[in-house]
């Protein structure tokens, strides 16, 4: 791991600036308290980043769950008894990766997978002019299409235009031009510039405009538009931030409810998370998803058992972990511990940090993600690819992340159902002569109860006085289904004059009597 902290120390700064503003956004979104959202980012990365077999993923609280958890702590009477339901989930977590359930990561269609990536890198973009412009309403994490604040992603920006802060709008487009033109000049001249990465500087340039414009009437930035990291007066007071879960009520049918519900959103936004990284992982690193889910499971119950929210390998951090160069596990850990460290020492100084220099720094995260030559490389691809991949981007920008992943799933699907019931068999019609009609028709590989209809359709319409050969030589695996079609067939086809020859591995038959007893139904292979 050390190998590479040049690469990795640099990144870990930046995915430490994305995670800073998410965690306590995310926290707030959630209606728990902020530190909670900061217990997570710091578990996320410390002990997780240590235990998961990811080079480059990185862990923290996942948007995707503020609505969960939002509502659980409601439902199960207090902040404590929630928390009981996150060591539960972890635990939980635990048992899938104990029998193997992360190969489930593996069957998300490709088209879907880099809709995912368009689609967050959209949201990212769409959620952030606000915070860009210095309209703060909506929490950072929020990435719902229906807003806490009450407003949606469209709204929200069409509000914007009559909250514009002057000073928040100056710096964050400050912030961008410095990002941009490090990344596409200065990074290119020197490795100075490549370990001194365009966010810290960006970052610092912000903390000093603040200082510079206090009290300027032009120019200020309201508290309200910069990072809000809680500030202890003591030991004491940092000390009461961590809350304990509740065991007593482990025996609540609610709280196992809600457990279940985490370990299950969590698990399947970790494997989908796992999935995009390393497809943009310029290194193709493969991660093994159980122990994910292992890793993922043990921090739960660590985050869980001292306050902290639901933990998930998320995108946002990831990618911008992977856009910075990250190379190994190092960059996630040390953003762990970049986290617990400022929080403790110099949580003022974050104090002084405008969101919209972190709202500039994810408008680029989001760009690279969602690169319009993705949009013409999905389209080149054909339908098949690029339906899906569409589907998957409307469905995360206008409801949420598992409901775009699940309609782009469903439409993939659907289309491999479509190609699966066109690619049953091929037919060759080989002569028309003496009113006879030669006909081969040959099966597929694998022919399942899916196929029913397309092959019950050519055989009805074979006419009269056919001679039909039938090759299963290639055919490897053939449904029940498929056989009792062709057993009712060759009732049909002696009242229609209709010869069978079929092929097969064990030799040529000329109008089975049974074609039940031909393939004896077990095994079911043609051969």
């Known amino acids: 791991m050390f190998k590479t902290i040049k690469n990795d120390l640099p990144a870990s700064i930046v995915v430490f600036f994305v995670a800073l503003p998410l965690c306590l956004g995310i926290a707030l979104a959630s209606?728990?308290?902020?530190?909670?959202?900061?217990?997570?980012?710091?578990?996320?990365?410390?002990?997780?980043?240590?235990?998961?077999?990811?080079?480059?993923?990185?862990?923290?609280?996942?948007?995707?769950?503020?609505a969960i958890v939002l509502t659980a702590i409601g439902t199960l009477g207090g902040f404590e008894n929630f928390l009981l339901a996150v060591v539960l989930g972890g635990i939980i977590q635990l048992v899938f990766g104990f029998l193997k359930a992360g190969i489930i990561g593996y069957y998300f269609p490709s088209s879907v997978i880099k809709g995912m990536l368009t689609g967050i890198g959209i949201i990212i973009i769409l959620k952030q002019?606000?915070?860009?412009?210095?309209?703060?309403?909506?929490?950072?994490?929020?990435?719902?299409?229906?807003?806490?604040?009450?407003?949606?992603?469209?709204?929200?920006?069409?509000?914007?235009?009559?909250?514009?802060?002057?000073?928040?709008?100056?710096?964050?487009?400050?912030?961008?031009?410095?990002?941009?033109?490090?990344?596409?000049?200065?990074?290119?001249?020197?490795?100075i510039f490549q370990i001194i990465q365009g966010p810290l500087v960006a970052v610092i340039l912000g903390i000093i405009f603040f200082i510079l414009t206090q009290g300027n009437e032009t120019l200020a930035i309201k508290a309200s538009h910069l990072v809000s990291v809680p500030v202890p007066e003591n030991t004491?007071?940092?000390?009461?931030?961590?809350?304990?879960?509740?065991?007593?009520?482990?025996?609540?049918?609610?709280?196992?409810?809600?457990?279940?519900?985490?370990?299950?959103?969590?698990?399947?936004?970790?494997?989908?998370?796992?999935?995009?990284t390393d497809k943009i992982d310029p290194h193709k690193n493969v991660t093994p998803t159980n122990r994910e889910l292992l890793a993922q499971g043990t921090g739960n119950i660590i985050s869980g058992l001292i306050g902290g929210l639901p933990i998930t390998q998320v995108i946002v951090r990831s990618s911008a972990n992977i856009q910075s160069g990250g190379r190994s596990k190092m960059s996630a850990i040390i953003h762990g511990f970049l986290l617990l460290i400022s929080v403790i020492l110099i949580p003022k100084l974050l104090n002084k940090i405008p969101l919209s220099v972190l709202a500039a720094i994810l408008l680029v995260v989001g760009y690279k993600l969602a690169k319009p030559s993705l949009f013409k490389q999905m389209y080149a691809?054909?339908?098949?690819?690029?339906?899906?991949?569409?589907?998957t981007i409307l469905?995360?920008?206008?409801?949420?992340?598992?409901?775009?992943?699940?309609?782009?799933?469903?439409?993939?699907?659907?289309?491999?159902?479509?190609?699966?019931?066109?690619?049953?068999?091929?037919?060759?019609?080989?002569?028309?002569?003496?009113?006879?009609?030669?006909?081969?028709m040959t099966l597929a590989e694998e022919v399942t109860f899916i196929n029913k209809g397309a092959i019950l359709k050519e055989l009805d319409?074979?006419?009269?006085?056919?001679?039909?050969?039938?090759?299963?030589?290639?055919?490897?695996?053939?449904?029940?289904?498929?056989?009792?079609?062709?057993?009712?067939?060759?009732?049909?086809?002696?009242?229609?004059?209709?010869?069978?020859?079929?092929?097969?591995?064990?030799?040529?038959?000329?109008?089975?009597?049974?074609?039940i007893e031909f393939f004896k139904l077990s095994p079911k292979t043609a051969s």
């Open 129 to 191: 002019i606000p915070h860009f412009f210095g309209y703060d309403a909506d929490p950072e994490g929020d990435f719902a299409f229906f807003q806490v604040d009450g407003e949606n992603t469209f709204s929200e920006i069409l509000k914007t235009a009559n909250y514009i802060s002057l000073g928040s709008s100056m710096i964050g487009i400050i912030g961008l031009a410095i990002l941009l033109f490090w990344d596409k000049v200065l990074s290119k001249k020197g490795k």
């Open 381 to 391: 691809s054909g339908w098949k690819q690029f339906v899906p991949f569409v589907v």
């Open 31 to 66: 209606g728990a308290p902020l530190f909670s959202g900061l217990i997570a980012g710091i578990i996320g990365g410390i002990v997780v980043g240590a235990l998961s077999g990811s080079n480059i993923g990185v862990s923290g609280p996942a948007a995707g769950l503020a």
């Open 395 to 440: 469905g995360i920008v206008f409801m949420d992340l598992l409901k775009g992943i699940g309609l782009g799933l469903a439409v993939g699907i659907i289309i491999i159902l479509i190609k699966s019931y066109q690619n049953s068999h091929f037919l060759h019609i080989e002569d028309i002569s003496n009113g006879i009609h030669k006909i081969k």
């Open 461 to 515: 319409s074979l006419p009269v006085n056919t001679y039909l050969e039938l090759d299963v030589r290639k055919t490897h695996y053939l449904d029940n289904d498929i056989i009792e079609i062709l057993e009712d067939f060759a009732y049909k086809a002696k009242e229609r004059n209709i010869n069978i020859k079929l092929y097969s591995e064990r030799g040529v038959v000329e109008n089975p009597e049974s074609f």
């Open 236 to 276: 004491a007071s940092f000390l009461n931030q961590f809350s304990f879960p509740n065991f007593s009520a482990i025996t609540n049918p609610d709280v196992w409810i809600t457990a279940f519900t985490i370990a299950l959103v969590a698990s399947l936004e970790t494997l989908l998370c796992v999935e995009a």
